[in-house]
């Protein structure tokens, strides 16, 4: 995803490979690199590749608004998961680690329909 950005962005300013990389620093084919996403940048040079393309890093990364939301929820649900999963007792953190683990048989074997449609 981050590649098929930096070439949009690129190709919207109608400008080379070799133009930018010339602009931002660095190797033609480390730039190359980032667009085939054979390599990822760094945080500053995800900082340079913004402030040229006058664009947000969450932007270039692919992450809109949505997405940021869910990442956010999915940490507080771990967060709550973790809190919760400290209060218990030893023998209910124990029941809990088996009956995750039934889960993930359960959802193994859906994967495979091996288990039948179950919901």
């Known amino acids: 995803m981050l590649g098929e950005i930096l ?3 690129r190709q919207s300013e109608h400008i080379s490979q070799y133009e930018l990389a010339s602009d931002l620093h660095i190797n033609m ?3 190359y690199y980032y667009e085939k996403n054979k390599l990822s940048p ?4 995800l900082k340079k590749i913004s402030n040229y393309y006058h664009v947000s890093i969450d932007y270039i ?8 939301k869910e990442i956010r929820k999915a940490q507080s649900q ?4 973790l809190k919760t999963y400290d209060s218990l007792s030893p023998k209910s953190k124990l029941e809990l680690e ?3 683990d039934l889960l993930l048989e359960v959802q193994r074997l859906k994967a495979k329909n091996l288990y039948g449609k179950i919901d």
């Open 98 to 100: 088996e009956y995750v």
């Open 61 to 68: 990364l692919g992450m809109n608004e949505k997405t940021a």
């Open 42 to 45: 760094d945080y500053d040079m």
């Open 78 to 81: 771990r967060k709550y998961i």
């Open 29 to 31: 084919g480390t730039y």
């Open 7 to 9: 070439i949009k962005l």
